[in-house]
């Protein structure tokens, strides 16, 4: 099993970036999938999740409104699309699918947004 995330890159305060995190070797769909971000020295926080089940989302309560996750299943691929970037968004995003409890992560994708 592979995630692997693209998509970062630098941006202006208040732009726009799209993050991908293609699978192979496991189907999306049927499992529980999400977004992490991680500032160097910080915990990794939780951004946003989909259900495998229904395909219902949850977002941590400042990316509410700015940040939405997706998932096309034709090309295995989660996306997140995050608006009103702001200086304190830059960190390491990391994708992650969850098989049953046990964890799969990607490589991680830089975002640096500059004021």
């Known amino acids: 099993v592979q995630l692997q995330a693209s998509g970062g890159g630098l941006v202006q305060t208040g732009g726009s970036l799209r993050l991908s995190c293609a699978a192979s070797?496991?189907?999306?769909?049927?499992?529980?999938i999400g977004w992490f971000r991680q500032v160097p020295g910080k915990e990794r926080e939780g951004i946003s999740c989909?259900?495998?089940?229904?395909?219902?989302?949850y977002y941590a309560e400042s990316m509410k409104g700015r940040f939405t996750i997706s998932r096309d299943n034709a090309k295995n691929t989660m996306y997140l699309q995050m608006n009103s970037l702001k200086p304190e968004d830059t960190a390491v995003y990391y994708c992650?699918?969850?098989?049953?409890?046990?964890?799969?992560w990607g490589q991680g994708t830089l975002v640096t947004v500059s004021s």
């Open positions: 070797g496991i189907t999306l769909e049927y499992y529980a």
């Open positions: 992650h699918l969850n098989q049953r409890g046990f964890l799969y």
């Open positions: 989909m259900s495998g089940y229904d395909g219902s989302t």
